[in-house]
T-cell receptor, first 111, second 113 residues
Framework: DAKTTQPNSMESNEEEPVHLPCNHS???????IHWYRQLPSQGPEYVIH???SNVNNRMASLAIAEDRKSSTLILHRATLRDAAVYYC????????????FGGGTRLMVKP | NAGVTQTPKFRILKIGQSMTLQCTQD?????MYWYRQDPGMGLKLIYY???????DKGEVPNGYNVSRSTTEDFPLRLELAAPSQTSVYFC????????????FGDGTRLSIL
């Protein structure tokens, strides 16, 4: 499986934008880029996913590099409730519906 | 809708005891999964099921068993608890293949002493 590399932790100030990077240099043509987040003492929750084009939803935006070797999850205005571990996951549809979690990025939001 | 419900939320077991972690979902999802998460680590897949009567091993199945007699329920069985099985266990479900997101429960925190 293609792997992802994320920083261990990041800090942000409340109400400022946050850009969470993810490197996936060995991504294949059939890999979708998924993001999940895990709030303290909770199970992971789906955030967003994309293949080639940038994607927006009510939670976040996903910017995908033209060569697809990296992507960035964008939280437009961080709140204290956004403090969580964010996981960038490559999902090969040909390999079933599995999620392979790495270590993720722990986002800390300062008031 | 309750989503994915896991019971119990916490449990302490002695080495060698057995127990069943319960998971039920009310979203009529075909796919269900069990993960474990050790401190400071990402989740690892234990077992999964693509429908009632069908189960398959994930990355770390040793020491666990599962069954799927109904669409709603996917219990995880520990037969002979070992300290290495101390972890947080998450159950998840999804509608099917493709990019359907997985929906997770809040976890069962299990300590084996």
């Amino acid at each position: 499986d293609a792997k992802t590399t994320q920083p261990n932790s990041m800090e942000s100030n409340e109400e400022e934008p946050v850009h969470l990077p993810c490197n996936h240099s060995t991504i294949s043509g059939t890999d979708y880029i998924h993001w999940y987040r895990q709030l303290p003492s909770q199970g992971p929750e789906y955030v967003i996913h994309g293949l080639t084009s940038n994607v927006n939803n009510r939670m976040a935006s996903l910017a995908i590099a033209e060569d697809r070797k990296s992507s960035t999850l964008i939280l437009h205005r961080a709140t204290l409730r956004d403090a969580a571990v964010y996981y960038c996951i490559l999902r090969d549809l040909d390999a079933g519906n599995m999620l392979t979690f790495g270590g993720g990025t722990r986002l800390m939001v300062k008031p | 809708n309750a989503g994915v419900t896991q019971t119990p939320k916490f449990r302490i077991l002695k080495i060698g005891q057995s127990m069943t972690l319960q998971c039920t979902q009310d979203m009529n999802h075909n796919y269900m999964y069990w993960y474990r998460q050790d401190p400071g680590m990402g989740l690892k897949l234990i077992y999964y099921s693509v429908g009632a009567g069908i189960t398959d091993k994930g990355e770390v199945p040793n020491g666990y068993n599962v069954s799927r007699s109904t669409t709603e329920d996917f219990p995880l069985r520990l037969e002979l608890a070992a300290p290495s099985q101390t972890s947080v266990y998450f159950c998840a479900s999804s509608y099917g293949v493709g990019n359907q997101p997985q929906h997770f429960g809040d976890g069962t925190r299990l300590s084996i002493l």
